[in-house]
């Protein structure tokens, strides 16, 4: 863990619903180019703790916190939202491609983002869909919807549509819930490509899955005033081998949760 | 067992009644076309189909019945209210849907709401007494204020509910997953709207409008109050072509409303005939709107 | 500040630019109506019917009684075939495997997407060529509550199968589990259950009624005497701010009319609110 670049960072993190207190003093390191994994029974406040990074929270206006986290060492409070989500993307729970066609679903953050020249958007495309390892699939029906595409295919859209604007940091909320057993493969495969140029976080209730893919682990629970406490961050090996918190054993172990 | 066969014997009955209520309204539909259409034969015969709709003369007095004067009225009131409500109540439902807190929301909304509620009377009334002298000051040889651009902007308003509620409601259908996909790319808000939920929520919007262009084909009081009603081929009053919509004119519906009580024979005749012109226009209109709306469903 | 953001600023400066505007629209008709009508409003205002002729004096006693025949006549007509259509809609038309009764129901679907389109000059000039003329009802109450009957159907069709699809299945399927037959269950528990978002739809109805002037200037007749039976004819609220304004062109009269139809109709829609509000509370 030492030797580990620190990628994100979040420190003495809380998040209250209104008057409810979801996350209370959350301390963690993300390591750069590593797939950390977010663990927890529903309800931990995992899903809402990875929200933080790219601030989907704010969409919510009842949401206050205390706290910082940091990109690079800086507060993402203080960033311009708009330049912290090109650095952070997200690929959610459901795929949710646009209503437009496969090209412009991948096209749609470069040219927010600045990017107008078609051939450059061609060349962008392509190669999102490549490392989205959904190219093969799709390449002759560009100008098809990306609603036609099958739900596996849709999230590696999804995938590549978020590669597309080079983000640092990818945050994946359940990217394979939705999916059948196939599928959730591939885009455990294609995450494993994709560490090396990104870092990734992701939240999943499946507990196999997270000792397939990731090399760290946090474990979330939720204390008894129902706020997500982050229990114990290790390596997966270890977390999953010799936890140090009796709750981590009895989670891993499919005692409670 | 003899309550059993009458609790069975009510059963059927009400279903029968029932049935027969569902069909009510198919009857009225069916019983308007064929009383609209008799009453109209005589003038689509005598008068021919195409003279009818092509003559730029109504003069029952002298037998010439054109209604082309109308069909351009209600296409230009149309057109105006189109023109000035279309922005306002879309830009209104994008407020509504994407932009204001829900205090606001909650003053916004009744507002629309009773917007709607008020009679078009009232609406007629309004324009004479403070939209008609408005317009009454623009500069022009001839303008009276009644006319088309009075009709337009009190149509305008009259259509605005509808526009704003049916487009309000197709922007808040587009799923939330397309917002935040697109807010998570580092789109702001704005592009979120203009590239993601307008564009999804299109079909509903365009069929908001159809929906709004055929309610504002088939105003009748408000328009009589404040159109004017010559039956004259609208045309610019000055060199401007815009100064068309100082012109003075007459609707279908308001050709129907004015005239009907004291028609007889061929005259009447016309007026059933411009009935079903107006009929078949509103029921374009309205199967457009529902063929849009059904597809953006799929 | 760059321009992506300037941008939005612009936009957004746009849209509340027009939810403020569309306030603004109805706070002005409103408030004017309001304004130039409540001075003229008195106890006499009420209480005198208009003196006719081209004087426009008087007051709106004759035409409040019109008004009010009217909504009664026209909801007996409307209310019974209305919420009869809606129940079968809603709860016969389900559970059918007959060819003939699906295609009856897509049919009864269709007349009543098709009437809620049609305008209401269509209606009046349906009603004055059948019910005033053909049928010999002449230029009458019953006349005009026929062809406006036609105007709320399909409104008091819509309200009311949104109301019986709010009540939760599981009433029906207790009450079918007892034993009761369909119309049983529709009678005795979910139109009860029903019961308030049928009450919104009527009264919603009773307000276009209230509004309607297109379909009474050519089926109601116009007089401003006070009604003695169906056969009469009348001129409703509405009716008379247009026969003000467009033939004796008192305005004053027409503004204070005006305003009592404003006022209402405000009381109307608050009344659905409120219904609407406590119906959300209770199922919330």
């Known amino acids: 863990m030492e030797t580990e670049v620190t990628r994100m960072q979040a420190e003495d993190y809380s998040l209250f619903y209104g008057k409810f207190k979801a996350l209370n003093k959350i301390n963690i390191k993300i390591p750069s180019n590593r797939i950390t994994a977010f663990i927890g029974p529903s309800g931990c406040g995992k899903s809402t703790f990875l929200r933080s990074f790219n601030r989907m929270n704010d969409l919510i206006p009842s949401v206050t916190t205390s706290g910082t986290v940091f990109l690079d060492n800086r507060d993402v409070a203080k960033e311009d939202v708009v330049e912290l989500r090109k650095k952070v993307g997200m690929v959610f729970q459901r795929p949710n491609p646009f209503p437009k066609s496969i090209f412009d679903n991948v096209a749609y953050g470069p040219r927010l983002h600045g990017t107008k020249n078609r051939s450059d958007l061609a060349v962008l495309v392509e190669r999102s869909l490549r490392q989205a390892a959904v190219w093969d699939e799709v390449k002759d029906d560009l100008h098809k919807s990306g609603m036609s595409l099958s739900g596996g295919q849709q999230q590696r859209l999804c995938i590549a549509r978020a590669i597309a604007v080079e983000p640092e940091v990818i945050l994946m909320d359940e990217p394979a819930s939705a999916l059948d057993p196939v599928a959730t493969l591939k885009i455990e495969e294609l995450m494993n490509e994709l560490k090396k140029n990104y870092t990734i976080a992701i939240v999943t209730h499946n507990m196999q899955q997270a000792g397939r893919v990731s090399d760290y682990t946090a474990f979330l629970l939720t204390d008894e005033n129902r706020a997500g406490n982050l229990i114990e961050f290790g390596s997966t090996k270890q977390i999953f081998t010799t936890p140090s918190d009796s709750r981590t054993e009895d989670y891993i172990s499919g005692r409670f949760g | 067992m003899t309550s059993g066969i009458r609790r069975t014997g009510i059963e059927k009955t009400m279903k029968v009644v029932l049935l027969i209520s569902a069909l009510a309204s198919v009857l009225i539909v069916v019983l308007i076309f064929l009383f609209t259409m008799k009453e109209a034969m005589p003038a689509f015969r005598e008068i021919g189909v195409w003279k009818l709709l092509s003559g730029t003369t109504w003069r029952p007095g002298n037998g010439e019945f054109g209604i082309l004067a109308m069909i351009a009225g209600s296409g230009l009131v149309t057109l105006g209210a189109v023109v000035i409500g279309v922005p306002l109540a879309l830009c209104t439902a994008v407020f509504l849907s994407e932009i204001a807190p829900e205090w606001i929301v909650r003053i916004v909304r009744p507002s629309i709401e009773l917007l709607a509620g008020i009679p078009s009377v009232v609406y007629g009334l309004f324009g004479m007494v403070v939209i008609v002298p408005l317009i009454r000051t623009i500069p022009a040889p001839g303008n009276a204020g009644y006319g088309l651009l009075s009709a337009s902007i009190v149509l305008a308003v009259m259509v605005l509910p509808t526009i704003a509620n049916i487009s309000e409601f197709a922007i808040r259908s587009v799923p939330r997953g397309y917002r935040e996909g697109s807010l998570a790319l580092g789109a702001t808000k704005w592009e979120t709207i203009s590239r993601v939920m307008i564009p999804a929520a299109r079909p509903g919007i365009i069929s908001a409008v159809v929906l709004g262009l055929g309610r504002a084909l088939g105003e009748t009081i408000a328009m009589i109050m404040v159109i004017g009603n010559s039956v004259v081929l609208p045309t610019a009053i000055t060199g401007n072509p815009l100064s068309i919509f100082l012109s003075r004119a007459r609707t279908l519906t308001g050709n129907i409303a004015v005239e009907i009580s004291y028609a007889t024979g061929v005259h009447e005749s016309a007026l059933f005939a411009t009935g079903v012109v107006l009929f078949v226009l509103i029921m374009l209109v309205n199967s457009s709107a529902r063929f849009l709306l059904n597809k953006g469903a799929h | ?284």
């Open chain 3, 1 to 284: 500040m760059n321009k992506r953001s300037r941008t939005q600023i612009a936009a957004f400066g746009m849209f509340w630019l027009a939810g403020i505007v569309a306030v603004l629209i109805m706070a002005f008709v409103v408030g004017y109506i309001m304004v130039k009508g409540l001075p003229g409003i008195t106890p006499e205002f009420f209480t005198t019917s208009p003196r006719g002729g081209l004087s426009g004096d008087g007051g709106i006693y004759s035409t409040i009684v019109t008004t009010f025949y009217m909504i009664v006549v026209t909801l007996a007509f409307a209310a019974p075939l209305g919420v009869g259509a809606a129940i079968y809609l809603s709860e016969y038309s389900g559970n059918t495997d007959k060819r003939i009764i699906r295609k009856l129901v897509s049919i009864a679907r269709f007349g009543v997407e098709t009437l809620s389109g049609v305008p209401s000059i269509i209606f009046g000039l349906f009603g004055y060529a059948l019910f005033v003329t053909a049928m010999h009802f002449g230029f009458s109450i019953l006349s005009a509550s026929l062809a406006g009957a036609c105007l709320i159907i399909p409104v008091i069709i819509r309200t009311t199968e949104e109301a019986l699809k709010s009540v939760p299945a599981g009433y029906r399927e207790g009450s079918l589990a007892l034993g009761a037959n369909r119309w049983e269950t529709t009678w005795k528990v979910v139109l009860p259950a029903a019961f308030r978002g049928i009450s919104t739809g009527i009264l919603l109805s009773a307000g276009r009624i209230v509004s309607e002037t297109a379909i009474f200037f050519v089926t109601l007749g116009g007089s401003y005497r006070v009604p003695h039976s169906l056969m009469s004819g009348g001129r409703s609220m509405a009716l008379h701010v247009y026969y003000l304004a467009m033939e004796t062109r008192a305005f004053d009269k027409a503004m204070s009319t005006a305003a009592v139809l404003v006022a209402l109709i405000v009381v109307m829609n608050l009344t659905i609110n409120v219904i609407t509000s406590k119906i959300a509370t209770k199922q919330g």
